[in-house]
C-alpha cells in the first residue's frame, strides 16, 4: 500500500488549511486497513499522534493539543482520509504523515508501532 499526502503549505496563524492522503496499491492489501493516523514530527521532535480514524465505523481521536481545531475524516470510496485543521497556532509546525494500520481491532490508535504503512509527509509551516 502506497500512501500519498498532500495539501500541506504556509499559513498564517488563525489560518485553515486541509491535508489529504490518498491510498494505492493492491485492493486485498487496501481493503485490509482497518485505521488511518495523522502523525506530526517538528524539528528536533519525537513525531507525534495527532488524530486516527476507524475506518469501518468512522470512530474518531486526537491529541489535546489538537482537540476542537483539528478534524479528521474519511472517504471510504476513495480511500483517502482528510485533515482538516483549523485556528492554526505556529506550534503545529511541523512534518505531516498520514499513515495506515491494518490491526485488527484498530485500537492502537496513537501508537507508531500500530501503523504498518506511511506517506512521504507534508510540510505545515505557520507564521505567527
Known amino acids: 500500500v502506497q500512501l500519498q499526502a498532500s495539501g500541506g503549505g504556509l499559513v498564517q496563524a488563525g489560518d485553515s488549511l486541509r491535508l489529504s492522503c490518498a491510498a494505492s496499491?493492491?485492493?486485498?492489501?487496501?481493503?485490509?486497513?482497518?485505521?488511518w493516523g495523522w502523525f506530526r514530527q517538528a524539528p528536533g521532535k519525537e513525531r507525534q499522534f495527532v488524530a486516527g480514524?476507524?475506518?469501518?465505523?468512522?470512530?474518531?481521536y486526537y491529541a489535546d493539543s489538537v482537540k476542537g481545531r483539528f478534524t479528521i475524516s474519511r472517504d471510504n470510496a476513495k480511500y483517502t482520509v482528510y485533515l482538516q485543521m483549523s485556528s492554526l497556532k505556529p506550534e503545529d509546525t511541523a512534518v505531516y504523515y498520514c499513515?495506515?494500520?491494518?490491526?485488527?481491532?484498530?485500537?492502537?490508535?496513537?501508537?507508531?508501532?500500530?501503523?504498518?504503512?506511511w506517506g512521504q509527509g507534508t510540510q505545515v509551516t505557520v507564521s505567527s
Open positions: 499513515a495506515a494500520s491494518n490491526e485488527k481491532p484498530y485500537m492502537r490508535t496513537r501508537v507508531l508501532q500500530a501503523y504498518g504503512y
Open positions: 480514524i476507524n475506518w469501518s465505523g468512522g470512530s474518531t
Open positions: 496499491g493492491r485492493t486485498f492489501s487496501i481493503i485490509s486497513i482497518t485505521g
